[in-house]
């Protein structure tokens, strides 16, 4: 089975500072990873994903995560946000050739960007 | 693919009414999940399916919430009796073998 933590309930943030939002996880078995993001009154979508290769991975809107598998975590990055970054982002880890393709969310982050 | 499609968008119901949301999930995928959000729960995973089977339904509430697939393309998840605490936002999900999630854009439920 796995878990996923996110260590901040919520980040409030200034625009164009940097941002670091954080995940950890726990598994028995090797992972994938997940971040997603969910703007108000709209469905999760996802923002990158960690399947193999590199550790650092890009996604949409200037995001990247890294994935530090000696510290089962997979921070997710911007170094510089915006007013439209402002929503609930989610962490999200499912185990290879487990669980039928089941994904184990954490309880979410919400990042508010202020002017 | 038009992605996972929910009906309806929004549902306003009175307490007691049967209540039917539905999913078509994106081809090719083998599993569906159903999620309820709240304020107060967060993203609760209420039921999945995988190859149209459900394989764990430990998140569904009570016996008044049920759930079918009855083919590749369909999904129902069904309240009944409703009551006003089950208003939420209730998502459809499917799923690449990795994990990889598709959400729907939702069914608010109202139940007053």
């Known amino acids: 089975a796995q878990s996923v933590t996110q260590l901040d309930s919520q980040v409030p943030v200034f625009e164009e500072a940097p941002v670091e939002l954080r995940c950890n996880y726990s598994?028995?078995?090797?992972?994938?990873l997940f971040w997603y993001v969910q703007y108000p009154n709209q469905g999760l979508q996802l923002l990158l994903k960690?399947?193999?290769?590199?550790?650092l991975v890009k996604g949409i809107n200037g995001f990247e995560a890294e994935f530090n598998k000696s510290q089962t975590s997979f921070h997710l990055r911007k170094p510089s946000v915006h007013i439209s970054d402002t929503a609930e982002y989610f962490c999200?880890?499912?185990?290879?050739?487990?669980?039928?393709?089941?994904?184990?969310f954490g309880d979410g982050t919400t990042l508010t960007v202020k002017p | 693919d038009a992605g996972v499609i929910q009906s309806p968008r929004h549902e306003v119901t009175e307490m007691g009414q049967e209540v039917t949301l539905r999913c078509k999930p994106i081809?090719?995928?083998?599993?569906l999940f159903w999620y309820r959000q709240t304020m107060m729960r967060g993203l609760e995973l209420l039921i999945y399916?995988?190859?149209?089977?459900?394989?764990?339904d430990s998140g569904m509430p009570e016996d008044r919430f049920s759930a079918k697939m009855p083919n590749a393309s369909f999904s129902t998840l069904k309240i009944q009796p409703s009551e006003p605490r089950d208003s939420a936002v209730y998502f459809c999900?499917?799923?690449?073998?990795?994990?990889?999630?598709?959400f729907g854009q939702g069914t608010r439920l109202t139940v007053v």
């Open positions: 081809s090719g995928h083998n599993s």
């Open positions: 960690y399947l193999s290769g590199s550790t």
């Open positions: 399916f995988n190859n149209n089977v459900p394989i764990d």
């Open positions: 999200a880890v499912s185990g290879h050739r487990t669980n039928a393709g089941k994904s184990t």
């Open positions: 598994s028995s078995v090797s992972v994938y």
């Open positions: 999900a499917s799923s690449s073998p990795e994990g990889e999630a598709f």
